[in-house]
């Protein structure tokens, strides 16, 4: 079977469902605090591949890859640099083979943790580095690289550049914003939504949207400021089971599942096209958001 680009089935009117988190999974599986999750796909690929079925059980369209620390600048904090590509393709083979043929697998890209403002690291230190970790995602069975959790323009164009001119992958780019005390939404380097809809566009970003920082309800006035500057492209949201709260000296998300689909229908009126979950979200969020899709489309 061949499957339709992301791009061309919302086109075509398709509401979508992404998956949700990742991390916290791995470690009910027993990762441990400090432990690479993406050496994971070498050493325990059989619990990757169980949190990536899961998320197909659910009900998503899509799911990510155990890559988003995968950069070579990422991995190098393990020793493990010299291993990216054989990582990356990994974290792609095996999210290929949970989704079957009638999935998209969407590949995680996220910062490298080096800052250009501080001249930690070159433009082109950063293309290469994102070329190798997008070419060895494509060639484990990638769709298209969702390029997440970003906040530098700077570094989210060496990214989109990178895969655009190295791979057939689709292009997600998507930025993590914060509610300031005006009550703007911006990065932690001062990028609003409209500004970064605007530069990663322009870059050749086939699907944008937003990711972490905020739970359902927050995502809805960003996707409004993101559809005031682009009509026409389609927007993802990878949204937190709500606003985090410590308890007993850790973060826990106490959004429910159905207190967090209960914002689908705005959401969507919003703008958005694709909906998902990122940190404390669970297949169960996931079943709860497509029971709402399904309602819709």
């Known amino acids: ?9 919302v086109k075509n009117g398709r509401l979508l469902v992404s998956d949700g988190a990742w991390g916290t999974f791995l470690q009910q599986k027993g990762l441990k ?4 999750p993406e050496s994971w796909n070498l050493t325990h690929a059989d619990a990757v591949l169980a949190v990536a079925g899961s998320y197909i059980e659910a009900g998503a369209d899509m799911i990510q890859t155990n890559s988003f620390g995968g950069s070579r600048f990422k991995l190098e904090h393990f020793g493990l640099s010299d291993q990216a590509s054989e990582i990356n393709e990994a974290a792609a083979r095996i999210s290929r083979q949970a989704a079957g ?18 001249n930690e690291v070159t433009e082109s230190d950063l293309y290469e580095g994102f070329k190798e970790q997008a070419l060895a995602l494509e060639k484990g069975g990638a769709d298209a690289i969702c390029i997440e959790t970003m906040f530098d323009l700077e570094e989210t164009t060496q990214a989109i550049k990178a895969a655009k001119e190295n791979t057939n992958c689709e292009i997600i780019a998507t930025f993590t914003f914060e509610l300031t005390k005006k009550g703007e939404f911006r990065t932690m380097m001062g990028v609003s939504p409209e500004q970064y809809s605007q530069r990663v566009i322009e870059h050749g970003a086939d699907i944008i949207g937003t990711n972490c920082g905020n739970g359902m309800e927050r995502m809805i006035n960003i996707v409004r400021q993101i559809r005031s500057v682009e009509g026409g492209v389609p927007v993802l949201v990878h949204a937190n089971a709500g606003l985090p709260v410590n308890v007993d000296g850790k973060d826990v998300f106490p959004e429910k599942p159905d207190e967090m689909a209960g914002f689908v229908k705005e959401l969507v009126s919003s703008g958005a096209n694709i909906i998902g979950g990122c940190c404390g979200t669970t297949p169960d969020h996931i079943s709860a958001i497509k ?4 309602e819709l489309s």
């Open 1 to 9: 079977m061949t499957r339709e680009r992301i791009t061309d089935a």
């Open 33 to 36: 605090a400090g432990e690479c």
């Open 101 to 118: 043929e009638d999935h998209w697998v969407i590949a995680s890209i996220g910062p490298t943790g080096k800052m250009l403002i501080t």
């Open 291 to 294: 029971a709402v899709v399904n």
